[in-house]
């Protein structure tokens, strides 16, 4: 069995299972079935994709069956003293007995893991002349990894490399035309803005006017530029968030001060509500930062007149649940299930209140990397709360 080439059956079998990769061109998702698929073909316990940065010339973790993500997620592996940076730069597989005992291992991973790594069998995701990625499958469930293996996963690699460049190109082309799209607004206001400018006839006040705008629509654009990096690098899954343990309570007063001033302007009252003794949360401070400072600026901004915001934090078992609640307008119904989607806007305020519409798609893209999840509740003319629910630990240890 050991030198036996693959079988037709093999093959065919391969086939099969792989038929709807490359027609899946959400990234995330194809990961997964591509580590599913390997785990199946070469009998391992578990397989995992790094992908590779050429500019950066490093590789990073993205997606293991079973593996602890949140921890690993985007997590760097040197070129240098790892196997995968040595199946990059070599550009062939890899076939190791007991790792431990191989100079090239890099134990990094390992290290953010509770799993432990024996036999290797890794592959390079290599399309036409470029390396994506590398497909390593871990810990052959009964004998050795063997040549069949190698053969089988090597073919599976081939494909799942142009599936992965067709999903990266897919989404890039999506974001940027969106992108484009929300740029003519601003920038048609902008160009009105300077011709009125230039007319002899406008009065003092007017010209007063229409430099505010000119200020405001330039902010609004450089707030779209900023958010639309954010949302592009977390959708291509190169933020690595940095875990800390932290104290939420200090976060919310944190994020209130900063939006102080907001508040102020807008006659809304910022409450906090924890309960004595709240654990400390394992996660990103600066990017969950990020989400409940979105949140609150949405429920400050979203908000009537004497309104209220409640920023609460409880613990449940593992989970640590945080809502922000308004006293708002509410969402209508017809637009809540499309809150969460980039550039989306209430038609009803979009022209009255700032914003790029990128915030929730934002806050989402977070929570979720950090295996967490944020829902929304809304009642017309009583208010709006969004709930995130996450691990409190980012990892079993
Ligand atoms: N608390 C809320 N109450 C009412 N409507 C809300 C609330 N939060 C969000 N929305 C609606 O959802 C839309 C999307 O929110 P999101 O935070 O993604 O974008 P934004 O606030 O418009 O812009 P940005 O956050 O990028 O500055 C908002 O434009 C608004 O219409
Ligand atoms: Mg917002």
């Not at 343990?245 to 919310?252: A, G, N, P, R």
Request: glycine residues 6%.
């Amino acid at each position: 069995m050991e030198n036996k080439p693959p079988n037709l059956a093999d093959y065919r079998r391969l086939l099969e299972i792989t038929r709807d990769l490359a027609s899946t061109l959400d990234l995330d998702t194809l990961l997964y079935r591509i580590v599913k698929i390997a785990t199946e073909i070469s009998g391992a316990e578990e397989a995992s994709i790094l992908l590779y940065d050429d500019s950066a010339k490093q590789l990073n973790f993205q997606v293991a069956t079973n593996m602890d993500l949140p921890n690993m997620r985007g997590l760097d592996v040197p070129l240098e003293g790892s196997i995968a940076g040595w199946i990059v730069m070599n550009r062939e597989a890899v076939r190791i007995g007991d790792v431990q005992d191989d100079k090239r291992y890099f134990n990094g991973v390992q290290n953010a893991t509770s799993f432990d790594t024996e036999s290797i069998l890794g592959v390079p995701l290599i399309t036409k002349d470029k390396v994506v990625g590398v497909l390593e499958a871990l810990n052959k469930k009964e004998g050795h990894f063997s040549d069949v293996d190698e053969e089988l996963l090597l073919v599976l690699g081939a494909q799942a490399a142009v599936a992965i460049e067709n999903a990266r190109l897919f989404q890039q082309s999506d974001l940027i035309s969106e992108f484009v799209h929300e740029l003519r607004t601003p920038l048609a206001s902008l160009s009105t803005a300077t011709y009125l400018l230039l007319r002899p006839e406008i009065s003092s006040t007017q010209h007063d006017q229409i430099v505010n705008n000119i200020h405001s629509e330039t902010l609004r654009l450089s707030a779209l530029a900023s958010s639309f990096l954010d949302l592009s690098r977390l959708e291509s899954g190169r933020v690595q968030f940095k875990y800390e343990s932290f104290s939420i309570e200090k976060l919310f007063n944190d994020c209130r001060e900063i939006m102080n001033s907001k508040a102020d302007e807008g006659k809304v009252e910022v409450r906090i509500e924890v309960p004595n003794k709240l654990p400390n949360l394992e996660a990103d401070p600066n990017k969950i930062k990020q989400v409940i400072l979105n949140l609150l600026s949405n429920a400050i901004k979203y908000n009537r007149p004497e309104g209220t915001v409640t920023l609460r934090a409880e613990v449940n078992k593992d989970e640590m649940k945080i809502t922000v609640q308004d006293t708002g307008y509410g969402i209508p119904q017809e637009a809540m299930k499309h809150l969460f989607k980039k550039f989306f806007r209430v038609h009803e305020t979009e022209d009255k209140i700032a914003g790029t519409g990128l915030g929730l798609s934002i806050s989402r893209q977070i929570v979720q990397g950090h295996r967490g999840r944020i829902d929304v509740e809304s009642k017309h003319s009583e208010g709006t709360t969004f709930i995130i629910k996450m691990p409190l630990r980012a990892a079993r240890k």
